[in-house]
């Protein structure tokens, strides 16, 4: 069986955070994740997108979590994240400086 229908699919209760909380249920049941070195999604700036409402964003993202709390997290993984994806974050920074992403969902 594949790991999308082991999990019963996306959790169409979340608008902003579905893909954290799916990646965090396939964590906990032991999947394993490989850094893919293309690109695999996308999106844009704009004004009256989902996405800006921090407010909502907040509190799914903690929902999404929940079952980590007071997990502790490996420096190892956050170090190989950030590396394997240092081509985003300059691009980024090329585009738009040194701001951050809630800076730039602000500005639209």
Known sequence: MRLFERLGGLDESFRLAGD??????????GAKFKFVPKVVAGFRLHSGQLSKDEAIGGEEKARALRPWVGATGSAGALLRFRRDNIGVYLDRI?????????RLYRQG
């Open 20 to 29: 954290l909380d799916f990646f965090s249920r396939a964590l906990a049941i």
């Open 94 to 102: 090329r585009r738009h400086g040194f701001v951050s992403m809630r």
